[in-house]
Structure formats: C-alpha cells, structure tokens
C-alpha cells in the first residue's frame, strides 16, 4: 500500500483510528538499521516530515501521552494539549513538567518510590498513581488510565518502558517509521532490555519519499 502523506491529515485520521478502546499503543522513529537516536541522542536527531505527520496525527487521536521519566527528561517534554502520564520508580517529576495546570501531568509510580510524597505535593493526590509495591505493575497501568477516561493511550517510550509494556502483554499496537539513513554506532533502538519474543500483524504500511510508516498489532 502506498500513500503519499500530503497538508490534509484527514486521512491519516482514519487510517490511524483505533478500532476499540481501551487502546495503548507505541511510536518510534528509527533509521533503516536500527538507530532509535540521532546523533545528538534524541528522537528529533532523526524525525521527518512524513513522521511529525504521523506524531501529530497521533497525538490528534490520543487522550493522553505516556512517557517514562528518562525520556521526558531526555527530550524536553512539557505541558501538552492532552494529559501527559509519567512512569517512574523514583516517583520524581521531571523539572519541565512542574508547574503544569491540574491534571495536565499524570505520575505512575510504585507504593515505594522514594519521591511519593514530593510527587502529591507537585502534583496532587489525584493525579498521582500508585500501582504495585516495589516496581510499577504494568499490566494494571491500562485499566488504571481507562478509570481516569484516558482509554486512547500514545506511548511515546523510551525503549525500556516500550519493552517493558511489551513484556507486560498491555500493547495493542506499534507505530513505527522507517527513516531512509544509515547511523551505526552504539545508539539505542527502540525497545531496550531483557529479551522478549512479541508477535505483530502487519496493519498498513505507507511510503513517502522512501520513509516507511507501518502500523503493526500485537493480536
């Protein structure tokens, strides 16, 4: 399938439409071996215009972005026009993300996370999550934000909270985008931990100007 991705996202609308909900899915960028990063160590090193059509588009259709901390931090996440939903184990808001208005800045955490307290002062009981002891338990992390109405969920990684979420079996579906360049190097691709095995259909797949934008789905 070929489409050539123009002004009017109208149809990136409905080719990306989710068919149920609760919905989480991923979306990356990465090079054509592999690179998740460019140069400079950030997603933006590599995106393109046929990629910011799809991010924006997706973006369009969620009801909250989520993000683990590191990568919020890493690039420069702040307040958006959906909810922003922050994983963490440390329980610590990134620095751009304080000072959002209420309810624009959601953090999951754990029962033990050292910075709890710190997180409901910044941010309010209510839009702190607590799931699991020790460690964030994943597999409750969709029916949690479903609770909230966030039921169209845009994960926007990193790699290990992608992997993670895999792990978990709470993945509905991967965005990726195939940009046409090489890196090598030692740069993360994206997803990043211990081995996995996931099976994916593939949904569409679109061409422009030789970047590749495929959905794949999990079941």
């Given at each position: 399938?070929?489409?050539?991705?123009?002004?009017?996202?109208?149809?990136?609308?409905?080719?990306?439409?989710?068919?149920?909900?609760?919905?989480?899915?991923?979306?990356?960028?990465?090079?054509?071996?592999?690179?998740?990063?460019?140069?400079?160590?950030?997603?933006?090193?590599?995106?393109?215009?046929?990629?910011?059509?799809?991010?924006?588009?997706?973006?369009?259709?969620?009801?909250?972005?989520?993000?683990?901390?590191?990568?919020?931090?890493?690039?420069?996440?702040?307040?958006?026009?959906?909810?922003?939903?922050?994983?963490?184990?440390?329980?610590?808001?990134?620095?751009?993300?304080?000072?959002?208005?209420?309810?624009?800045?959601?953090?999951?955490?754990?029962?033990?996370?050292?910075?709890?307290?710190?997180?409901?002062?910044?941010?309010?009981?209510?839009?702190?999550?607590?799931?699991?002891?020790?460690?964030?338990?994943?597999?409750?992390?969709?029916?949690?934000?479903?609770?909230?109405?966030?039921?169209?969920?845009?994960?926007?990684?990193?790699?290990?909270?992608?992997?993670?979420?895999?792990?978990?079996?709470?993945?509905?579906?991967?965005?990726?985008?195939?940009?046409?360049?090489?890196?090598?190097?030692?740069?993360?691709?994206?997803?990043?931990?211990?081995?996995?095995?996931?099976?994916?259909?593939?949904?569409?797949?679109?061409?422009?100007?030789?970047t590749l934008l495929a959905r794949w789905?999990?079941?």
């Amino acid at each position: 399938m070929r489409v050539l991705l123009g002004p009017d996202t109208n149809d990136l609308r409905e080719l990306y439409a989710v068919p149920r909900t609760p919905w989480l899915r991923l979306n990356f960028v990465s090079t054509v071996d592999g690179a998740a990063q460019g140069p400079d160590g950030r997603s933006g090193g590599i995106n393109n215009a046929p990629d910011k059509a799809v991010f924006d588009t997706l973006r369009g259709l969620a009801d909250a972005v989520l993000v683990g901390a590191g990568t919020a931090r890493a690039e420069g996440y702040r307040p958006a026009a959906v909810p922003i939903v922050v994983v963490t184990r440390s329980g610590d808001v990134p620095q751009l993300l304080r000072g959002a208005d209420e309810g624009r800045v959601v953090l999951v955490t754990c029962a033990a996370s050292p910075g709890l307290a710190e997180a409901r002062g910044l941010l309010g009981d209510a839009h702190v999550v607590v799931l699991g002891q020790d460690a964030v338990d994943l597999g409750a992390l969709p029916g949690a934000l479903a609770d909230r109405g966030l039921r169209n969920v845009l994960c926007e990684g990193g790699p290990h909270l992608a992997r993670d979420l895999l792990a978990a079996g709470v993945v509905d579906e991967l965005c990726a985008t195939t940009v046409p360049r090489l890196l090598a190097g030692a740069a993360l691709g994206i997803t990043d931990g211990p081995g996995i095995d996931v099976a994916l259909r593939l949904h569409t797949l679109l061409e422009d100007g030789g970047t590749l934008l495929a959905r794949w789905l999990t079941s």
